[in-house]
């Protein structure tokens, strides 16, 4: 069982930066792939980054990348999604998830085994 919370989210001008930090608590968190998705209101949930369980891979939709970074210390049992030149279409409810093991697709939600209950981030125009 792996248990994530998610924080660090906020109101932030349109060129700003924030960091969203998700701490898992339970054991063998190096042995879990980590995710991060978002869900504007009235859309669907959608991919957003994610990370091998080594640290050694990583995976970004095409919307942030270049803009947003990903990276874990499996020594705090955390993992990080550092979000630069935010736009207004990023403001969304960000989703820290946790797959066991490799990702055989990195942006299929279905393959996650485990959620926390999300982070608001607002940008402001």
């Known amino acids: 069982q792996v248990q994530l919370v998610e924080s660090g989210g906020g109101l932030v001008q349109a060129g700003g930066s924030l960091r969203l930090s998700c701490e898992a608590s339970?054991?063998?968190?190096?042995?879990?792939?980590m995710g991060w998705f978002r869900q504007a209101p009235g859309k669907e949930r959608e991919f957003v980054a994610a990370?091998?369980?080594?640290?050694?891979?990583?995976y970004y939709a095409g919307s942030v990348k270049g803009r947003f970074t990903i990276s874990r210390d499996n020594a705090k049992n955390t993992v990080l999604l550092r979000m630069n030149s935010l736009k207004p279409e990023d403001t969304a409810v960000y989703y820290c998830?946790?797959?066991?093991?490799?990702?055989?697709?990195?942006?299929?939600?279905?393959?996650?085994?485990?959620w926390g209950q999300g982070t608001q981030v607002t940008v402001s125009s």
């Open positions: 998830a946790a797959a066991y093991g490799s990702l055989t697709a990195a942006d299929y939600d279905g393959g996650y085994d485990y």
């Open positions: 339970g054991r063998a968190f190096s042995t879990y792939s």
């Open positions: 990370i091998s369980w080594s640290g050694g891979s990583t």
